[in-house]
């Protein structure tokens, strides 16, 4: 026997299969706060911060993915896809608060923003802002404790390996990158008053194992591979926005909630209240 066919024969007998099938997933994301503008034309070559207190409500907290499949069906190594029962729980901290700050040259306006609750996140900003109207985009990076339970399927290596049926659950104790987004915002204001559409996608859960039979540390000897891609979340959000005073604005509205391929949908209120200065 050859020496290339003595190493496939001693990986068929000893390897190990690193994938799991996912059976059932529940995993806990957070609710995204889109960006909605200044709300009115700012001075060119002049700057703007807002402190703002915000607070979302529930309505559904839960988003069930209809659609998704393994990769591939480790149980007999061949590939079979099998679906999973998956469900993203909406789990956000009523209360965040956040700091943005803006920078507007003769037309483009370009600014940064950070806000914390339940999660951390930052913001990157930039657009247009006018007489009456502003559009632009901007992208997040989140931060935050990711928490999920599941039931898997796994190999347990080799010719004659297993597919033993688990039960995990899975609660990470530090904080890692947890969200990436994409929004667009669409704004007009006609004196104190605007009317805003802003919708993202967002995809959560940065993470391509997971650990089985083991709670903690994901760089232990439990983590497997999924054979699946967290899906995506497509935020929607309208509201409006008055200015009190110079300084003070509040805004209220609604966002809708659904996975990229629409097959459920859930729906949340938001208000806001913020000093700019």
Same mark, same amino acid.
């Given at each position: ?18 994938? !799991?099938? !996912? ?243 859930? !729906? ?10």
């Amino acid at each position: 026997m050859s020496k290339s066919c003595a190493m496939v024969v001693a990986c068929i007998f000893f390897c190990a299969c690193s994938d !799991m099938s !996912m059976l059932k997933g529940r995993f806990d994301v957070p609710v995204q706060h889109n960006f909605i503008g200044v709300g009115k034309e700012l001075p060119q070559k002049s700057s703007v911060s807002n402190v703002a207190v915000s607070a979302v409500y529930v309505q559904e907290d839960s988003l069930r993915i209809r659609d998704l499949y393994n990769e591939k069906d480790v149980k007999d190594g061949y590939s079979n896809p099998t679906k999973i029962d998956f469900v993203y729980k909406l789990n956000n901290f009523p209360i965040m608060v956040s700091y943005t700050y803006i920078y507007k040259g003769e037309l483009c306006v370009a600014g940064v923003s950070a806000s914390i609750g339940r999660y951390l996140f930052g913001r990157f900003i930039f657009g247009v802002n006018d007489k009456n109207y502003e559009v632009g985009m901007y992208g997040d990076l989140g931060y935050g404790f990711d928490q999920g339970s599941y039931d898997y399927r796994y190999d347990s290596g080799g010719l004659f390996g297993g597919g033993p049926y688990g039960d995990s659950t899975y609660s990470d104790k530090y904080i890692g990158h947890y969200v990436t987004s994409f929004g667009l915002y669409a704004s007009y204001y006609y004196g104190p008053l605007g009317v805003t559409y802003s919708p993202s996608v967002y995809a959560p859960w940065q993470r391509r194992d997971l650990p089985v039979n083991a709670k903690g540390n994901v760089e232990s000897e439990g983590a497997y591979d999924i054979n699946f891609k967290f899906p995506q979340i497509v935020s929607q959000y309208v509201g409006l926005s008055f200015w009190i005073t110079d300084h003070w604005k509040i805004s209220g509205g609604v966002t809708f909630l659904t996975p990229v391929d629409f097959n459920d949908f859930a !729906m949340t209120g938001n208000t806001s209240v913020g000093f700019w200065f």
